[in-house]
């Protein structure tokens, strides 16, 4: 329905104060008539529903899926196995349609849902206080970056050049206007190269920031990282693949001040890239400092169990010189997807599933060695995904598995030009063993 709340005697008096005699006239002093449409949009007839189904449809069988494809598919974004009953429950209106709780204590279905989220996160990492999530990987760890520096008092961020490179990109943009430096710490055949390390930090030094596993899959040493911050006054910032914590030490062992991480692979489909989930979780000390919002656990004046937001450290809830962070909403759906994952799955399922990446990750690996024209990038113990170089171009070998319905992994010259050879594949626990062979089978033929 049109509606306009001005009278034509409104307009009038609008256009007076203007000192003109049209809308049109106005647009003249705006924009130059040269410069204006002044035609008719080309838009083709109105169809029916039935036809705007058929168009649709047709258009939706071009996008390629994992259903169809074995997929090999990497760099923060993976080919999990999701639980039937997550999308059951999270389609429940009540779910489906709940937004960030504003008014929070009269959504008390969805605050126990952040809040279990919340526990479960804490469990999981071993972190002492995890908040209600946030947009995804790369913006948690902005916030972790922005939250050292505040904390510190200090202005020097260190990050690994192992760390995703979209993630780092986030951090540039989130500080360019905070008087902060990045320095990338290099790396050193697949992982940190702590004697370098050593030497960038000094009594500036905010945070010292590892991804672990790292962007090429390798497992780094978070441990010494960890004491080499500490030593030297910084905190210290885990970037986690939250499935990795089955089988490997949570950073909460390790002495992580701040752990982030993406959780897309608990429980959350690929979609198109999106959306994603951010884990963010820290020490006690530092819950002042946090980002987004805290969902507690209290009794009411009755005695009955309820949630109440404890914590929003933002600026429309506090003083806009107290707020920790302006990040808006947590990503509260994509939240209830990972609790409902984690749930499902269990302490033993995650177990499961991270010696399935794992054992069936080295397999491959193994397989893909014996080819010709393909090699090891480096040799360092990985988690489920790892690089191999190829004689020829990366970007290559994969365009022509498309053919077989294989996605071949992430040509690495898609984030340095200089990798135009390097092919990052992932292996989840989703993928068999006659599709590795088949992979290796028909790789070998191209290679």
């Known amino acids: 329905m049109h509606y306009l709340p001005l009278t034509p005697e409104d307009e009038k ?3 007076s104060r203007l000192k003109v005699n049209s809308f049109d006239e106005l647009l003249d002093k705006i924009i130059p008539p040269e410069m204006q449409f002044k035609g008719r949009i080309g838009l083709p007839p109105s169809l029916s529903e039935i036809e705007v189904r058929k168009i649709l449809h047709s258009l939706s069988v071009s996008n390629y899926n994992t259903n169809d494809y074995i997929s090999f598919l990497g760099a923060g974004v993976y080919d999990h196995y999701i639980p039937a009953v997550i999308d ?3 389609s429940r209106s009540e779910f489906y349609t709940a937004y960030t709780p504003y008014q929070a204590e009269v959504s008390q279905g969805t605050l126990q849902t952040i809040f279990e989220y919340q526990s479960v996160i804490c469990e999981l990492t071993q972190m002492e206080v995890a908040n209600a999530s946030m947009y995804d990987g790369g913006s948690a760890l902005a916030e972790a970056c922005h939250m050292a520096s505040t904390i510190t008092n200090r202005k020097k961020l260190i990050l690994s050049e192992l760390i995703h490179p979209f993630y780092q990109k986030v951090v540039r943009t989130y500080v360019q206007e905070c008087g902060l430096e990045i320095v990338i710490a290099p790396q050193k055949d697949g992982v940190v190269d702590i004697e370098h390390l050593v030497s960038l930090i000094d009594n500036n030094t905010a ?3 590892i991804q672990h596993p790292n962007f090429y899959g390798n497992f780094e040493s978070p441990e010494d990282i960890a004491a080499l ?6 905190l210290f910032i885990s970037v986690v693949d939250p499935l990795s914590l089955g089988i490997v030490a949570p950073p909460g062992e390790y002495n992580a001040d701040i752990t982030v991480g993406e959780g897309q692979g608990m429980g959350i489909a690929q979609g198109f890239g999106g959306p994603l989930l951010g884990i963010f979780a820290t020490k006690m000390e530092f819950v002042k400092f946090m980002p987004g919002r805290i ?3 209290t009794i009411d004046v009755e005695g009955k169990r309820g949630f109440v937001l404890t914590l929003q450290t933002r600026e429309q ?3 806009r010189e107290k707020a920790t962070s302006n990040i808006c909403t947590n990503e509260a759906l994509c939240a209830l997807s990972s609790l409902i994952y984690l749930c499902t799955m269990g302490k ?3 177990v499961d599933v991270g010696n399935q990446c794992y054992s069936k990750s080295h397999y491959l690996f193994k397989r893909l060695k014996e080819i010709k024209g393909i090699k090891p990038f480096c040799t360092r113990e990985f988690f489920k995904e790892f690089v191999v170089e190829t004689e020829k171009p990366a970007q290559e070998l994969v365009e022509n598995l498309l053919e077989y319905k294989i996605f071949a992994g992430v040509p690495l010259s898609v984030f340095d030009k200089n ?4 092919l990052l594949i992932a292996v989840t626990e989703k993928r068999t063993r006659e599709e590795m062979d088949r992979f290796v089978e028909i790789l070998s033929k191209m290679a």
């Open 229 to 234: 911050a500490h030593k030297n006054g910084a």
């Open 348 to 350: 033993q399922g995650i």
């Open 295 to 297: 969902v507690g656990e």
């Open 88 to 90: 059951s429950i999270i």
């Open 419 to 422: 990798l135009k050879n390097h």
């Open 13 to 15: 008096k609008i256009l």
């Open 207 to 209: 945070c010292v920031a």
């Open 317 to 319: 809830h506090i003083r």
